[in-house]
Each structure stands twice: as C-alpha cells, then as structure tokens.
C-alpha cells in the first residue's frame, strides 16, 4: 500500500499504522502513550497528524494507512493542538518533570517550558496530589507524576502478564495503582521493572537506578 | 480494552458468565455500604480478573466509590434538575436536611447522600431517591426530610401520529412478517433502505453497522447484538420509557437485528439511575419466551435468539459503544481508540451490533411495513418517527412522538403548552449535554438533523430542557462544565484535563480571557478521543455566541 508522508512517497504493509510508517521514513512526531512494545492505546492525542481529505487531525497512532493517503506530520493544527495537550500535561503536576524524561524531551522539543512548573504555566488549576509508595526493595511510585498515559499498566499486562498494575478513578483524577492500592510489595509485581522502563515521566522508577544516580 | 482481560474471562467462564465484576462489587456495596478489599479479591475469585484489575473497576463507577449507609438518598444534579431553580439549591438544602455531605455517609452509619446524574424524572425535577422511592418536584425534599417521601408520578407519553411507531405496544407483528416472509439479507435490505439513522446521538445508519456484522462468517453464536440503554444525558427519559413502558417493543427490534445479522445472543444494557428498567425487562423476556417470541426456534422458524439484561453502575461515557461493551464485560468504562469497531471486534472480542434502544424500537415496524412506508412517516425530512421529552419547565412536560421536520415551536408552545407559570424560554439545550443551546428566538428552527447542526446545536437523543428567563448562562457553564468534568473517563489527555480546566476557568466570577477559552475548546474539539470530549465544547461554544456578557468572556 503506498502513501505519501511530508512528500515522502512509502510502500508499506497492510495494517501499518500511520505512526510506524511516519517514524519508518525517520520523520519525528510526538507520542506520550506510545511505546512500540506495546498495543496502540490513542490516550495521550499528542500523536496528530494532517490528513488530506480528512476532516481534522488525526491521531496517527491508532490510524491505519490508506492507499493514496496523503499525511502531514508538520500540520499547523495538528501541531498547534498537540503542544496544547502537552502544556495541560505539565499542568496537572505538581513539579516539572525531571529534565530526563520523555515528558520533559517532548515538551523542550515542542517549545514548551517544561522547568517551571505548574505556577508557570498558563493553565493553572488543580495539580495531583502527592502519594508515594517507597515500601518495594526496587521500585518506587510517586503517584502525583503519573500522567495516565497507561505505559505501565500495558507493558505489566502485554509484556510481563502480572497483571499487578491497573488504572483508577477517572476524569482528573485518574492514576494508576498497584494490586489493591496499597503499593507494589502487597501486589502481584514480579519485579521486572518494564512498568518503570517505559514510564514517561518517572511516576515510576527503579530504585536501584535512582540511587546509583544520587551516589554518582 | 485490555484484550489480555477479555481472554481471561472468556477462559475463566467459556464465554457465559453468570455475572460480572460489577455486580459483585454492587451486591457488596448493597449488603455492606462499601467495597472492600476482601469483595474485590472476591470479584477477582468470581470472574477469573486479576485482583488489580478489579481494584480499578471499583474506583470508576459512581455506585461503587459513594459509600452508603442504612438509609441511602441519592439527589440528581442532572440539567433538568438543575434548571428547575437555575441552581444546585436542592443538593445543598439535601445535604443540610440530612446532615450529611454529598458523597458521604453520617458517622453512624445511618444516612447517606449520593450524587446521580441523572434519574429521569426531568419532567418533575429536582428529584431524589430515596431507597427505591424516586420523589421528584415541589415539596418531595420536605416529604424525604419526614420520612414520607411517595413515588413521583410519570406523564404518560402522547404520540402526534395517527399510526404511532414507538409508543404503540410491542406486539410481535414486525417478527411475526419477517420470520415468515423474509429472508435475513431481505430485512437487511429493508433496513438500509429505510436509512434508520441512530437514535443514541450520533445518528450513524443502523443498517451500516448490521451489514458488518452479517457480513462476518462467525456463526450466530459467536455474534451479538448489544442495545445501548444507558440513556445517560441529563435531561432524557426516552429510553426510561421504552425500556420501561415498551420492553416488549424493544426485545422484537432486537430479535430482529439478531435475525438480519446472524446472531443468536442479545444483551440489554441498562442504567442504575433506572431501577425499574431491568426487572420490566426481565419480565418481558419471560413472557416473550413462554410465548415462544423468544429463544430457541422463535415461531418455529427455527431462528433462536436470547437476551439477557445487564445493569451499570453509574457512568456517563459508559454510553459511547466501546465503553458500554467494556462495562458490559465488568470493566472498566473508559473508551477506546476505533479502530477495531465493535462490528469487528465487540462483546468478548466478537463480532458485534451496538445499537440504540430507540434505534431498535424502529425495527419492528421497517420489518412490518418496510422502507418506503417508514419514509414516509416524515416528509421531506429524516425517514421515521423520533420520541422527544419535555423538562419541567414547560407546562406540559412529557415524552411525545413527533415527525421529524417539525418546528421545534410546534414542539415547545405546541406540546409542550410553553413554559409554566408565565414564564419564558430563554434557550433549550436539545439532545443532550454534548448539544449545542438554541435562544429562545430561533423555535422556528426545524427538528432534524441538519437544521440543528447549522445552528451549532444537534439532535443528539432527542431531550429537550428549556431554560427560563431567570437563567444565569454564566451558572449554567458551570453546571454543564462541572458535569463534563466529573463524568469524563480519564482516558484521553485533552478530556481528562481539559475539561477540570474549562470548568477551573468559569468556576468563580472572574472575567474570562475569550481567546484563552477558545483555544482550549478547540483543543477538546480536535484532540479528544470520544464525543464526550469533543462535544463538551458545543454548548459552550452556543453561551458564548450568544450571551458573551453574561458568560463574562471578554
């Protein structure tokens, strides 16, 4: 199936998505839900993209392509919109985002101030409450970081099939959770760690790491 | 929706579950006022989900996260409600009365006070619930506080056809001719010809989405046919009605669908907020089996469909079709990216029809009557009838039968006799939160489709809330923003957050920065992932077109 991605013309396989086959022409655009592990899950919305003929961006992760389908991934709206999504994101936390993150690397990359926190940016409001689970020998929560983007949740149920981690509440109040909700050591984790492999934002984190990072 | 969890239900049950996580977890909160650990690692014990799993679902759905005590009143913050004072007044003077806070339950367990959202009694609002009684308009608070409170009556529903389509009595007559007269692709024929447009809101071709599924080879078994009944728009009681007044009706436009697809199960979903819809339903199964209209070899045409009813726990998006079939399945109800469409993959990753109770309530007739009598029902307009409903501002309040086509006037002054007491409409949200609000200038505004979409508003379900003269619009932002809020699922980003910050933004009597609101509107408009997000901004969109000083946008 052949289509045409910021004028770069690409044959690709039946059921590609127009993420893969954008990222495939080595073409960058932005995901926060999006871990190529894992199944499209068209949470974070910071993935669109123009469409000719469609009758708004799109969200090219959970897009398949279309034979003659003409895609811009430097779409004004589609930009525009998604650095708007990304400046609600640094709204709802607390504190910035540590400059490691794909959180932090998206925003910069956006042209977004990812340092200033939730009293720099234009969208001040509500901010997630503070919540840590530190009772696990290896892996640490800080559920006021977590942007529900369901990473880990996913890589706990797709990759690792433990099944410990699961989504809570809802609206603004969504997070997620280990077991029951009373952290990581009184669930069913097996320690694997893919839950803080693919966190976007260091919501979760391996301990080990942290502190070797902090002795460095 | 996790696929990994629908195959260990599927594994766990064989596909025939007895019952859900969510009703585990409703029994629980029924015998013992909460959900507790122990009934959620019962939950997981039941069903074959995973303790986690089950721990999410009792923090989604409003009945599972309010606590409740020995006597448990639940007060509706709907629109209709709302606009009955032009203010939540009733919630707080509910809250003073009982000593109790919203949400919340006394300290000795004796009284609790849930928000719902809402119960369908829009015609008499402010209603409550109070265990099983729902009282509703002037006076009932008072007659709760004294413990006296009496079932509110419901207007009986009035249709402005001769040949009434769907509040006539479902009696079997559509199945009846179609088992015996046409072939499963004829009626599918029938049924595209007649452009039946959804009902639930989205006005999708129901026809569109059946041939999907008859297309796919599984066999009957293995598709379904699922009837959306979580009416969830403030300000609607169609669906109450049909579900409630009309089962009858409904279980043959399913049975139908069955027939046209291919499918040999049915579910009915229904909302909590509705009590009396399951057990109507329930006992409308048992009279159409015992009559053989329903379940094995239906009339002796040798088609088998059976259906059985499968009630919410309190949620509005549960109403968008990917996330009532992952309520349906005892998930959680948060919505998922299309595609796979349900058609594909649906209830337990089948092939599978998500149609509207009105929807269906259609088919009898097309089966009965075919295409060309069905369109002309309205003239020049959408093919069929549609059911309104009436708020109790008007003087008349109650579900009519209408053409489509006719002047929303008609509908207003006609019907519904205007508004009580003297007063005047100031504006009508029709078809649901995610509607656009008219002015009251523009009644000579047809009742369709496409006439309400170029006045920015919708058809939507069909409800219809007016409000009066004495309207505060900038209060009524924050009544409709702090209900998109509190019902979003979370899943997307631009809803989740979006909306607490639209509602952050008219919370308080601040001027707004119009450009800054905008933005923001247009970022849930574009980015969302489901109508709720993407629809939130219509009404306000209509405040601001419409009365920007009174917003205070500026």
């Given at each position: 199936m052949r289509l045409t991605v910021d004028g770069v013309a690409l044959e690709v396989p039946p059921g590609t998505t127009v993420l893969e086959a954008a990222r495939s022409a080595g073409l960058w655009v932005p995901t926060l839900c999006f871990d190529d592990r894992l199944a499209p899950f068209g949470a974070c919305r910071v993935c669109l993209v123009g469409v000719e003929g469609a009758r708004g961006p799109v969200a090219s992760c959970t897009t398949h392509c279309r034979e003659g389908m003409v895609v811009h991934t430097q779409d004004a709206l589609a930009g525009r919109i998604a650095r708007n999504v990304v400046e609600l994101v640094l709204s709802e936390l607390p504190a910035?985002?540590?400059?490691?993150?794909?959180?932090?690397?998206?925003?910069?990359?956006?042209g977004l101030d990812a340092t200033g926190g939730p009293a720099a940016q234009r969208w001040a409001g509500a901010v997630h409450e503070q919540s840590h689970d530190h009772r696990h020998p290896y892996l640490a929560f800080q559920h006021e970081l977590c942007i529900s983007c369901g990473r880990c949740v996913r890589a706990c149920d797709e990759v690792q099939g433990a099944f410990a981690l699961t989504a809570t509440g809802r609206g603004f109040h969504a997070n997620v959770t280990a077991g029951l909700g009373h952290g990581f050591a009184e669930s069913s984790c097996v320690s694997c760690g893919?839950?803080?492999?693919?966190?976007?934002?260091?919501?979760?984190?391996?301990?080990?790491?942290?502190e070797l990072e902090e002795t460095r | 929706m996790s696929t990994n969890l629908i195959q260990l239900l599927t594994r766990f049950d064989g596909g025939r579950p007895t019952q859900t996580v969510i009703d585990v977890l409703k029994q629980a909160v029924a015998d013992h006022g909460e959900v507790t650990d122990a009934d959620r690692r019962r939950a997981a014990a039941l069903t074959g989900l995973p303790e986690a799993a089950t721990h999410g679902v009792s923090t989604y759905y409003d009945d599972l996260t309010q606590p409740r005590?020995?006597?448990?009143?639940?007060?509706?913050?709907?629109?209709?409600?709302?606009?009955?004072?032009?203010?939540?007044?009733?919630?707080?003077?509910a809250e003073a009365g009982l000593g109790v806070g919203l949400g919340c339950r006394s300290a000795d367990g004796a009284v609790s006070l849930a928000e719902t959202v809402c119960l369908g009694f829009c015609h008499a609002g402010p209603a409550f619930r109070d265990g099983d009684t729902v009282a509703a308009g002037p006076g009932a608070l008072e007659r709760i506080l004294a413990g006296a409170p009496h079932q509110a009556v419901e207007p009986e529903w009035e249709s402005t056809l001769d040949e009434p389509i769907l509040i006539r009595p479902g009696d079997c007559s559509g199945l009846r001719h179609a088992l015996a007269t046409l072939t499963p692709e004829q009626l599918l024929v029938e049924v595209r010809g007649a452009t039946l447009r959804g009902r639930g809101g989205a006005g999708f071709p129901a026809g569109q989405k059946w041939e999907f599924v008859a297309r796919n080879p599984a066999p009957p078994t293995e598709k379904f046919i699922v009837v959306n009944g979580d009416e969830g728009d403030p300000g609607s009681y169609i669906d109450k009605y049909l579900m409630e007044k009309n089962p009858a009706l409904l279980l043959e436009g399913m049975t139908l669908a069955g027939y046209a697809v291919g499918a040999a199960r049915g579910f009915v979903y229904t909302r909590s907020e509705y009590p009396r819809a399951k057990p109507a339903l329930d006992a409308a199964i048992a009279r159409a089996v015992a009559a053989g209209e329903l379940g094995d070899d239906i009339l002796g045409s040798g088609f088998s469909f059976h259906v059985e009813v499968r009630e919410g726990a309190g949620s509005y998006v549960v109403g968008e079709e990917t996330a009532l079939l992952a309520s349906l399945q005892g998930l959680r109800g948060t919505v998922s990216a299309r595609p796979p469409f349900p058609a594909e993959k649906g209830y337990r990753g089948l092939p599978t029809v998500?149609?509207?109770?009105?929807?269906?309530?259609?088919?009898?007739?097309?089966?009965r009557h075919g295409a060309a009598a069905y369109a002309a029902i309205s003239p020049g307009a959408t093919p069929g009838s549609k059911l309104i409903c009436l708020n109790e501002r008007f003087a008349r309040p109650g579900v009519y039968e209408v053409r489509f086509g006719v002047t929303l006037r008609s509908i207003c002054d006609g019907l519904g006799g205007g508004l009580r007491d003297g007063h005047t409409i100031k504006a009508l949200q029709i078809g649901g939160p995610l509607g656009g609000i008219l002015p009251g200038a523009l009644l000579d505004t047809a009742f369709d489709f496409d006439a309400l979409a170029a006045e920015g508003c919708m058809l939507g379900h069909g409800g219809i809330v007016a409000f009066d003269e004495t309207t505060d619009?900038?209060?009524?932002?924050?009544?409709?923003?702090?209900?998109?809020?509190?019902?979003?699922?979370?899943?997307?980003?631009?809803?989740?957050?979006?909306?607490?910050?639209?509602?952050?933004?008219?919370?308080?009597?601040?001027?707004?920065?119009?450009?800054?609101?905008?933005?923001?509107?247009?970022?849930?408009?574009?980015?969302?992932?489901?109508?709720?997000?993407?629809?939130?901004?219509a009404p306000i969109r209509s405040l601001i077109r419409h009365w920007p000083q009174e917003l205070g946008v500026a």
């Open positions: 910035p985002p540590a400059a490691h993150t794909e959180l932090a690397q998206v925003a910069a990359r956006l893919a839950c803080a492999d693919t966190c976007p934002t260091d919501a979760i984190t391996e301990r080990f790491l942290v | 005590g020995r006597r448990h009143v639940r007060v509706c913050t709907g629109t209709a409600c709302w606009a009955a004072t032009g203010s939540d007044a009733h919630v707080g003077a998500v149609n509207n109770v009105e929807t269906l309530c259609n088919v009898p007739f097309i089966a619009m900038r209060a009524l932002a924050r009544h409709l923003l702090r209900f998109g809020a509190h019902e979003s699922c979370g899943k997307c980003f631009p809803c989740r957050i979006g909306l607490t910050r639209a509602w952050e933004l008219v919370e308080g009597d601040a001027p707004v920065d119009r450009a800054q609101l905008e933005e923001l509107l247009e970022t849930l408009e574009v980015a969302s992932l489901c109508a709720h997000g993407g629809g939130m901004p």
